[in-house]
């Protein structure tokens, strides 16, 4: 039987187990996926272990996904591009090939809500590791204007000169009342530390708002959103699941049908409340 598995720290909470299990069903596939708890300190050992012992994917979440990228001895473009790594695979000819799903998962589902960044003013904030995996993914939607707004600078300067070669990206030093955005996405991880990204407000006023983070970690920004006349405010979820769909396509060649999936996490997440 095929093995996969997710790892980071904290891992045990992960979804991932169940989204790719029931795809796996959906499709017919034979396989086990686990989760398993792996520290910087132990990632080559465990990935080494993982692979020798015949597995045959991983999915690789914080705060590993930089030593995902550097394992590897194939990285695709959007990997390459982000510096990041959601997904390895282990190859026929026996080497590692490292990609990066999060942007693709983050479109997926913006366009599964009905959102479109064709034409739009699109405000980013944060500047880790999600938005490195996201950017690329968002400016091949052609938004008419893509700013970045992060609480260290230095990081966001990094992040356009990375990207600069596909496209154009603003730093956005500071929000002030007159500025307007049709969609704001939230990549910071702000509010699991009890505080708010340092922008003004207004600028939710009429704009469509999604952050990456799902569930009650992503309420605090969803509701300050909503309250401050934002048109509608979305979690993550979808994108974990669309993310998901992507490493499940790079391993198995089949693209699962992610809408039973998005229909059964929200319906057991809206139960959890
Ligand atoms: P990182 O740790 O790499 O980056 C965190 C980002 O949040 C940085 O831009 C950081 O700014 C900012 N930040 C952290 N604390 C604060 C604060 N107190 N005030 C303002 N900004 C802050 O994390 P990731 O980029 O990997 O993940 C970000 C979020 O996205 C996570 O919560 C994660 O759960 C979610 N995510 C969701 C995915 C999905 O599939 N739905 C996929 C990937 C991530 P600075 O540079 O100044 O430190």
Known sequence: ?????????????????????????????????????VTPESFDDDVNEFFSAGGRG??????????????????????MNAGAANTLKFLDNDMVCADNTDGEGLVQDLQELGVSLNGKRVLLLGAGGAARGSLGALLGEQPEALFIHNRTEATALQLINNYARLGKVDLLESTTSGMSFDVIINATSASLHGVRPDINHTVFK???????????????????????????????????????????????????DTAPVRRMLSQTQAHSR
Not at 61 to 79: G, H, I, M, S, W
Not at 220 to 227: E, G, I, V
Request: with cysteine; aromatic share 10%.
């Open 1 to 37: 039987m095929m093995r996969f598995a997710v790892i980071g720290d904290p891992i045990e909470h992960s979804l991932s187990p169940t989204i790719h299990k029931t795809f796996a069903e959906q499709c017919d596939i034979d396989l086990t996926y686990e989760h398993m708890r």
């Open 206 to 256: 009429g704009a469509v708002c999604y952050d990456m983070m799902y569930g009650d970690n992503a309420r605090p920004f969803t509701k300050w959103a909503l309250a401050n006349g934002a048109l509608a405010a979305h979690d993550g979820l979808g994108m974990l699941i669309e993310q998901a769909a992507a490493s499940f396509m790079l391993w198995h060649d089949i693209q699962p």
């Open 58 to 79: 991983l999915n690789v979440t914080q705060p590993l996904k930089t030593l995902a990228f550097n394992y590897a001895e194939l990285v695709t473009d959007r990997a």
